[in-house]
């Protein structure tokens, strides 16, 4: 069986390069503008997040699942999804523009107004090269992926921050976001030109297959788009510009979705649909072990040095400025440990979108019916620990769902020797870290460097020598036959 690893890591390598230079994004512009300001441009790239999730009616995604199941028709599937696309991103920017009073009132930040009609024709263009990277991936073109994804992202990181940066105004943040959306569109274009030729044409009743696809699929992505932006369209509805900047520097966007999660799903999804289209239904539950396995051992230990780095880190990149910030970053960290279970990948797979649906749901009734309470007993700390809650619910009910489709029981779904050893190696390093640390009064950037040191020497110390006696042990194990022999 084919592993994972290799076209993971270099989807992970092209992610990598894009997140060294995007992650400087906020970082710059919490120097350009003020905490207002700053404020304003969180909850626009807010609204575009949530539209840019929603109005792809996962046309986008399913392509995941459509190209490697029918490689002879992939011009066409393409060229249906990028056609849907345009027009839904026409519509989208329509609406924002004609509806830009009446959403900056619902903000009650009247400073949205002018830049709303901006952020619809952005969003338009991103829509329509949506498919790009997924379309490289799904065709395992992994390497021109990776080389794609991060030149595409260190593009758009020049072209925001410097026209921005020069001129001290948010508007010329938007005029190097068009520019930057319009060259990664003709990217696009030459790319599916090259790739399927004279194929790439839209087809009425592939369209009707992807659709139905799609449409459970896309009714989950709303319903999971709604849920997991909730906490922050509520902070905004409850406090003012600044106040919301704060709590979005808290909520951090962690490098580990982006940089090993997603890439690692991906690739997982690629391979568990080759292997059920070929019938070996027995090796899905390997490729699960393999990326979840890894996952397990990168991704606990990633959360709990976030967790004991989070003063250092937040006064680093954002200034003193938001201290307050520290507490909220620490619990939303956590949701760094559930990327190591990719649960709505395989449901895709199997193309039960219909559970994907229902866990949003049930994320999104839990999150309303709560986040009010939240708030009013623990401010801004609360809408996190409301989140939290939703999303420990949301994998464990997957997780059983995930057991029953793949026919192993619960026990076996979950590697828990290396998710406790995981555990145990990142609390004990967390604890020697901090000791040390506190002992020193340093600025960030130092005690950064030292907190990363020893935490990571300990933490790779001790999931060294477990794996190197695990090892050893199966070997010793797989020997004993022809030693007695």
Known sequence: MKSTLKPTLLLMCGRSAAFAVTFLIP???????????????????????????????GMAESLYYFLPNNPKTAGRLGANSTLLLAILGTISAIGLTWQAHRIAGWFRNPSLEPFLPWLG?????????ATLEISMVSRKRFGL??????TSEIFRAVLFVLPAFLTGELRWLFVGAMAFATIRL???GVFAGQEFESKFLPHARLLGKQLAYALPFQL????????VNYHQYAVSYYFDAATFAIYAVGCLQLPASELLAAPAANVMMVRMSEELHEGHRENVLPVWEDTTRKLLLILIPLTGFLMVAAHDLIVLLFTKTYVPSVPIFVWWALTTASYAFPTDAVLRVYADTRAILGLNLVRLIFVASLIGFAISRFGLLGPVLVTLGSLLLAKSLALVRISHLISVRMRYIIDWKTAGMSLAATVLS?????????????TPLVGLILLGSIYATCCIGMLGAWWL???????TCAELPESSA
Do not use: N
Request: proline share 0%.
């Open 220 to 227: 989950a992505v709303i319903v999971e788009t709604l849920q």
């Open 469 to 475: 006696l695990k090892t050893r042990s199966i070997k």
């Open 121 to 129: 024709g952005y969003l338009a263009l991103t829509l329509v090269g």
């Open 145 to 150: 992926a990776a080389i794609t994804m991060g």
């Open 27 to 57: 970082v710059v512009l919490v120097r350009t503008f003020d905490q207002a300001a700053f404020g304003t441009y969180k909850q626009l790239f807010l609204i575009y997040g949530t539209l840019f999730s929603i109005a792809q009616f």
């Open 430 to 442: 967390g604890v020697v870290a901090m000791g040390v640390r506190s002992r020193f009064e340093v």
């Open 186 to 188: 003709a990217v696009g």
